[in-house]
C-alpha cells in the first residue's frame, strides 16, 4: 500500500471504516485461546506502523486518518503487553522513532493523537520501568520529549487547549513512572545484578528529568 493509495477518497473511506472496525474489535472483542485472537498477529502492527512510515514521509496530507491508524497501533500495543515482554519489539523499533515526525506536524488533532500515543506507551512503559529502560532512553535521545516541551511555549491563561492539557498528563507520566515496581527496594527483587539495573535506571529517569524540567523553565509553565 502506497500513499497515492490514499488519493483515492473511496479507498481512503474504505480504510477508515477497516480501521474502525479493528478498533472495536479490540476493545469489545474476546477470545479465551490467544493462538486464535487476530488482535494478536504481529503482521497487524507491522502493516499498520508500514502505512503510517510511508504517509509520513510522502507529500500526501492524510492527518484524520492517521490519527486513527495511531489509536489501533496504541490499543494493540495495550493488548499484547505483558510483564514479561513489555512492550514488543516491533513498536520499539517501529513507532517509537516515528513520534517526532508525527509531533513535528502542523496539525493540531495529530499532534493530539501523538501526545495520547506517547502517553499510552508511557504509561504501559511504567508498569515495569526497569525492565523498560530503553523506552524512557528512546523518547529522551530522539527529541520527542523536548517537543512535547515545546507544546507548553504556546500556552497562556486564556489559551489552555486540549493539546497542552493531554501533554501535561504525557509529560507528567514520564517524570514519574510510578506505576511499577521502580520505587521498591532492589535487594527485594533477586540477587545483586538486580541492584546494578536499579542503579542505572535510577540515573537514566533523573537524567531525563532535569532535561524536562530546563525545557520547561522556557515557557510560561505556571
Keep these: 500500500m502506497t500513499p497515492n ?15 474502525e472496525v479493528l478498533a472495536n474489535v479490540v476493545k469489545l472483542g474476546k477470545c479465551e485461546d490467544p493462538n486464535l485472537d487476530v488482535t494478536r ?7 499498520l506502523i508500514s502505512i503510517v512510515r510511508n504517509l509520513v514521509k510522502s507529500d500526501v496530507k492524510v492527518p484524520d486518518l492517521l490519527c486513527d491508524l495511531i489509536e489501533n497501533i496504541c490499543l494493540l500495543c495495550k493488548n499484547s503487553f505483558n510483564k514479561q515482554v513489555g512492550i514488543e519489539p516491533i513498536y520499539m523499533k517501529g513507532f517509537i522513532p516515528l513520534l517526532p515526525l508525527l509531533m513535528k506536524d502542523s496539525n493540531n488533532s495529530l499532534k493530539l493523537a501523538t501526545l495520547k500515543a506517547l502517553g499510552i ?53 514520564i517524570i514519574c513512572p510510578v506505576y511499577g515496581d521502580f520505587y521498591s527496594f532492589p535487594w527485594k527483587r533477586g540477587p545483586h545484578d538486580s541492584i546494578q539495573e536499579y542503579i542505572e535506571a535510577q540515573e537514566t529517569y533523573d537524567s531525563l528529568r532535569k532535561m524536562i524540567f530546563s525545557e520547561l523553565k522556557g515557557a510560561d509553565f505556571i
Excluded at 41 to 47: E, K, Q, R, V
Excluded at 138 to 153: A, H, L, P, Q, Y
Aim: a positive charge; hydrophobic letters at 45%.
Design 41 to 47: 498477529s504481529s503482521s497487524l502492527p507491522t502493516l
Design 5 to 19: 493509495d490514499f488519493k483515492d477518497s473511496g479507498k481512503k473511506h474504505l480504510i477508515q471504516a477497516a480501521l
Design 121 to 173: 506507551f508511557t504509561t504501559q512503559a511504567s508498569i515495569i520501568p526497569v525492565r523498560m529502560l530503553q523506552f524512557f532512553k528512546d523518547i529522551s535521545e530522539n527529541g520527542v520529549v523536548k517537543d512535547v516541551c515545546d507544546v507548553f511555549r504556546t500556552i497562556s491563561q486564556n489559551n489552555i487547549t486540549p493539546l497542552h492539557l493531554v501533554a501535561l498528563q504525557a509529560i507528567s507520566t
